[in-house]
């Protein structure tokens, strides 16, 4: 597994990660769509790995080639 997401693609898939994890935990409780939220961990584990599947399968690359 190689890495295939830059550091700005990998800072604000934590971001993003973060404020659905927390959109799941603190939102409103009659909200039925909450469970979306919970979509926030994938984003922060491709980004603490830095491999994204969906960009092998698109051949997309967001990090500097060495």
Do not use: E
Request: positive net charge; hydrophobic residues 55%; glycine residues 12%.
């Amino acid at each position: 597994m190689t890495t295939n997401m830059g550091s700005t693609d990998r800072i604000l898939r934590v971001i993003a990660g973060i404020a659905l994890v927390l959109f799941a935990v603190l939102g409103p409780a009659d909200i039925t769509w909450k469970w979306i939220g919970w979509i926030g961990v994938v984003a922060i584990g491709t980004a603490a790995v830095g491999w994204c599947p969906a960009y092998t399968l698109l051949g997309i690359k967001t990090c500097k080639s060495a």
